[in-house]
């Protein structure tokens, strides 16, 4: 099994729909998660962290359940700018400098 | 624009060579970063540098050999190469964890990448 595993997708969706990304991890001592967004044939970019409390930033909301050791990612009024891969990154124990990216989910928002 | 650099942003080797990627970044930060990703993969670990020392090798194969010069860069020597090595090859720095109150930001800079072909 994957230390970080994610639905490879696609997911094809119309503008405007909300859509949602989980991602499981296997290590329970994890203490970091972040979503990542790449766009084909660049590098990553951080979208933004996941507390533990949920967090939200516009229109993309993060949410952790520990206790399933998952995380999600969703994405309201989908515009086609959003069309990507995006990639869960889990650090292991603090201090670690581990980040594991998860096998990512494309996406691709229609007009 | 990204503030970690990395050159060449191409590269063309034949399995008998010996090259290097470089990257470079002036943010302070002290932990380095070397990632492969092949063609609709994510991206791999393979090194972590911390505070210049190596502190993680992901069973990665000798012909590439890291090396951290000093806290701004960070080189990756190859040498012996083989097909499948081909990729796009990642180099990412990050601020130390434990600021902000214990959280740190946790976020990865990556550079534009260096792509590599192996003949």
């Known amino acids: 099994r994957k230390e970080v595993e994610q639905d490879p997708g696609p997911f094809n969706v119309p503008e405007g729909a909300t859509v949602a990304f989980n991602c499981t991890y296997s290590?329970?001592?994890?203490?970091?998660f972040f979503w990542y967004r790449q766009d084909c044939r660049k590098e990553p970019k951080l979208l933004m962290s996941?507390?533990?409390s949920g967090n939200e930033d516009g229109r993309f909301t993060a949410q952790l359940n520990r206790a399933s050791q998952y995380i999600s990612l969703l994405i309201r009024d989908s515009k086609l700018s959003d069309s990507a891969t995006y990639l869960c990154?889990?650090?292991?124990?603090?201090?670690?400098?581990?980040?594991?990216f998860g096998t990512g989910t494309r996406l691709k928002v229609l007009a | 624009d990204t503030e970690v650099t990395q050159t060449p942003k191409h590269l063309v080797m034949g399995m008998t060579n010996k090259k290097s990627l470089k990257c470079e970044q002036h943010?302070?930060?002290?932990?380095m970063y070397w990632y492969k990703q092949k063609a609709k993969k994510p991206p791999e670990l393979m090194f972590v540098?911390?505070?210049?020392?190596?502190?993680i090798n992901e069973s990665v194969p000798s012909r590439f050999s890291p090396e951290c010069p000093n806290s701004s860069l960070l080189n990756l020597h190859l040498h012996a190469l083989q097909p499948e090595d081909s990729a796009l090859y990642l180099c990412?720095?990050?601020?130390?964890?434990?600021?902000?109150?214990?959280?740190?930001?946790?976020?990865?800079?990556f550079g534009e990448g260096s792509r590599l072909t192996v003949l």
């Open positions: 990412a720095s990050s601020p130390p964890e434990g600021l902000a109150g214990g959280r740190g930001t946790g976020e990865l800079f």
């Open positions: 290590n329970s001592a994890s203490q970091s």
């Open positions: 996941v507390y533990s």
């Open positions: 990154v889990v650090n292991g124990v603090s201090g670690t400098y581990k980040y594991i």
């Open positions: 943010m302070g930060h002290r932990a």
């Open positions: 540098y911390s505070y210049e020392k190596l502190s």
